[in-house]
């Protein structure tokens, strides 16, 4: 299966619809699925026999085990839960732009959202901090239904399927605020990364392009 992200946003789960397409725009016949998807450990952490924080280990980590942020703030889920996110996405290019569907399930029930895509081959570069992250906003927030499911719809200017490979992250945040084109306050706030703080990369969705 195959997957891809989008700079510019549009909608999410229960949220807007998206726009009617000129007739010229109307979507091309080749739809491409995304490859794979995979959890996102580093951003999440377990508390040791010994107190110690550290990141939770896919290999060695027991489903029940609660999980915190790096500040030591427990967050809604145990690694069975989080672990237990999957997501797939369909995209096709028209004349001028990229639209995408992303159906996502085993996220945080009522859990505040964004998705950021990377490409590579071209690769991008984020606009607002460029030398401290390449992802660029696919859809700037949304929230999980009561299942933890969500759909989202957004759409890119260009062709995102043009590059070799795009990776959408599915990023959970903490502290329920969202941060326009950068995915985390840090960014927002000097260009560094609070990854792991306020904001944790749940779910990878990874895509080849044409």
Not at 57 to 76: C, K, M
Not at 113 to 136: G, M
Request: hydrophobic share 40%; aromatic share 8%; net charge negative.
């Amino acid at each position: 299966m195959r997957a891809i992200f989008l700079p510019l946003a549009l909608a999410a789960c229960g949220g807007t619809a998206e726009p009617e397409l000129a007739p010229d725009d109307r979507p091309a016949a080749v739809v491409e699925s995304s490859d794979a998807s995979e959890i996102f450990s580093a951003d999440v952490f377990v508390v040791t026999g010994t107190g110690d924080l550290i990141p939770a280990d896919p290999r060695t980590t027991a489903p029940g085990t609660p999980l915190f942020n790096i500040a030591g703030e427990p967050l809604p889920a145990t690694w069975g839960s989080w672990s237990a996110a999957t997501g797939t996405a369909r995209a096709h290019c028209t004349r001028r732009q990229t639209h995408a569907t992303i159906e996502l399930a085993g996220l945080i029930p009522g859990g505040v959202y964004s998705v950021f895509s990377t490409t590579f081959s071209p690769d991008s570069a984020n606009p607002v901090c460029p030398a401290i992250d390449r992802s660029v906003v696919a859809v700037e927030s949304f929230t999980a239904g009561r299942k933890g499911h969500a759909r989202v719809h957004a759409r890119s200017e260009g062709c995102l399927l043009d590059a070799q490979q795009v990776t959408y992250a599915v990023i959970y945040h903490f502290d329920g605020r969202t941060w326009g084109e950068v995915p985390n306050a840090g960014e927002a706030n000097g260009c560094r990364s609070t990854f792991g703080d306020d904001a944790e990369r749940q779910l990878l969705i990874l895509q080849q392009g044409f």
